[in-house]
């Protein structure tokens, strides 16, 4: 018999309906898992008004129901899937209302709100984008082991994933999650494993690492 708890993982979290209207978008946030008296803390990965997938190491059982808190915003659902650390949510909320919160989540882990993982970093360095078939030079002018805010020639539209080069640490592959088209700068969350970007940040800028809790 097929132990639920380390069955492989579906190719997603929604409902099939629910996957041609709602993007899911990149997202590395912490957050908190709650089912009953019982709560863990936990890194959302990805999140869309369908569900999110998550990492954590408190085991919980498969199908639990769950409450997943982000700042002040809860939403309830359940878990479809665990595949090692990483969870499976179903949202059980309308999507239409849920839809909304995503934009503001994202935001306000962009403008500093959100706690950081990582240490973030004002640079003056200079890489390349490419996306679908655009590519841009830019000029890097933070960058941390999540994401990096850039400066770009260009449409680079917020969902879009992207290929992120320079000459000091290779290519990451990102996605765009936020774009200020008057200034021309935007905001990419790197799609790798943080501490695998981390180690290879750290031989061009030691001081990226991870803060203490």
Same mark, same amino acid.
């Given at each position: 018999?097929?132990? *639920?708890?380390?069955?492989?993982?579906? *190719?997603?979290?929604?409902? *099939?309906?629910?996957? $041609?209207? =709602?993007?899911?978008?990149?997202?590395?946030?912490?957050? /908190?898992?709650?089912?009953?008296?019982?709560?863990?803390?936990?890194? %959302? &990965?990805?999140?869309?008004?369908?569900?999110?997938?998550?990492?954590?190491?408190?085991?919980?059982?498969?199908?639990? @129901? &769950?409450?997943?808190?982000?700042?002040? #915003?809860?939403?309830?659902?359940?878990?479809?899937?665990?595949?090692? +650390?990483?969870?499976?949510?179903? =949202?059980?909320? +309308?999507?239409?209302?849920?839809? *909304?919160?995503?934009?503001?989540?994202?935001?306000? @882990?962009?403008?500093?709100?959100?706690?950081?993982? #990582?240490?973030?970093?004002?640079?003056?360095?200079?890489?390349?984008?490419?996306?679908?078939?655009?590519?841009?030079?830019?000029?890097?002018?933070?960058?941390?082991?999540?994401?990096?805010?850039? $400066?770009?020639?260009?449409?680079?539209? %917020?969902?879009?994933?992207?290929? !992120?080069?320079?000459?000091? !640490?290779?290519? !990451?592959?990102?996605? %765009? %999650?936020? $774009?200020?088209?008057?200034?021309?700068? &935007?905001?990419?969350? !790197?799609?790798?494993?943080?501490?695998?970007?981390?180690?290879?940040?750290? /031989?061009?800028?030691?001081?990226?690492?991870?803060?203490?809790?």
């Amino acid at each position: 018999m097929t132990d *639920p708890l380390t069955a492989p993982a579906p *190719p997603d979290t929604e409902r *099939p309906e629910e996957r $041609q209207r =709602f993007t899911r978008r990149s997202v590395l946030i912490a957050a /908190k898992l709650c089912i009953d008296d019982h709560m863990a803390d936990c890194d %959302v &990965i990805d999140l869309s008004a369908g569900g999110a997938k998550v990492a954590v190491r408190k085991r919980f059982p498969a199908n639990a @129901k &769950i409450c997943l808190l982000i700042d002040d #915003y809860q939403f309830h659902g359940q878990i479809a899937w665990r595949d090692g +650390d990483n969870l499976g949510l179903q =949202f059980s909320e +309308d999507p239409e209302l849920v839809a *909304p919160a995503i934009p503001e989540i994202l935001n306000r @882990k962009l403008d500093g709100r959100e706690r950081r993982k #990582y240490t973030r970093s004002a640079v003056l360095w200079f890489g390349e984008l490419y996306g679908g078939v655009r590519r841009s030079k830019c000029e890097i002018q933070n960058i941390s082991a999540g994401g990096a805010k850039l $400066q770009v020639t260009g449409n680079f539209p %917020v969902g879009m994933t992207v290929l !992120f080069r320079s000459v000091r !640490f290779g290519e !990451f592959k990102a996605e %765009v %999650v936020w $774009q200020d088209r008057e200034s021309g700068t &935007i905001g990419i969350s !790197f799609l790798e494993d943080p501490a695998r970007t981390a180690e290879i940040l750290e /031989k061009s800028l030691p001081s990226i690492r991870q803060d203490d809790p």
